[in-house]
């Protein structure tokens, strides 16, 4: 897999969970961004790094393609869900945006690569549209449990930039990133599954609820 390629994938795959109303597809689309970040570390580091390589890889496909989707796919089932059904904003309007948001996230780049950035515009872009999906997902939607997989998408972003421009010295940070991202996915899994059993539905809006 070259390194245009896996962008590009990162890009439809962002872009498909705009349009997409199942969690459980959602989840898998997340696990598939996670596999396809585990090539990351091979196609930007130095050889002379390749163990450091190999680790990394190993470690980011163990999370983001694995344990992630498990703990997010058990919290799915205890919490009784399928799709969601009521988004701040709707499928095709995401979309639109999205769309939007990527033309936005190919300006910035350039401009970026314009001042001295030295890596191709491509990857920041795809980087930056990735930030700004997650982003939208925590905001756009109603499922808490949607808003951790916007949650991660998020961080796939920054994981993707942080890699992408600072190579092989920044793994270090990179790693302490991942194993946040999991104690936050797995303290949102309990919270999930806790809501559940107290309410019908976990939509974040009719959380008001629990005020005393």
Wanted: no cysteine; hydrophobic share 60%; aromatic share 10%.
């Amino acid at each position: 897999m070259g390194l245009e390629t896996l962008f590009i994938f990162l890009v439809l795959t962002s872009l498909v969970l705009l349009g997409s109303s199942l969690l459980h597809s959602s989840i898998r689309v997340v696990a598939l961004q996670g596999a396809a970040l585990s090539f990351l570390p091979f196609l930007v580091m130095e050889s002379s790094w390749a163990g450091r390589a190999v680790f990394l890889a190993a470690l980011t496909m163990g999370l983001k393609g694995i344990v992630f989707p498990i703990l997010l796919n058990r919290s799915l089932r205890e919490a009784n869900l399928r799709r969601e059904m009521e988004p701040l904003v709707g499928y095709s309007l995401s979309l639109a945006l999205g769309i939007a948001l990527l033309i936005l996230a190919f300006w910035l780049a350039g401009r970026l690569h314009g001042i001295g950035v030295g890596i191709s515009t491509l990857s920041l872009a795809s980087a930056f549209f990735m930030m700004f999906i997650g982003l939208f997902l925590i905001i756009a939607r109603r499922k808490a449990l949607t808003q951790v997989l916007g949650f991660l998408v998020l961080e796939n972003g920054i994981y993707a930039f942080g890699l992408t421009v600072v190579g092989h010295i920044h793994w270090l940070v990179e790693l302490g990133v991942l194993l946040d991202v999991f104690v936050a996915v797995f303290i949102m899994g309990i919270a999930i599954d806790h809501i559940s059993r107290e309410f019908d539905h976990i939509n974040v809006d009719q959380l008001d609820q629990l005020k005393g």
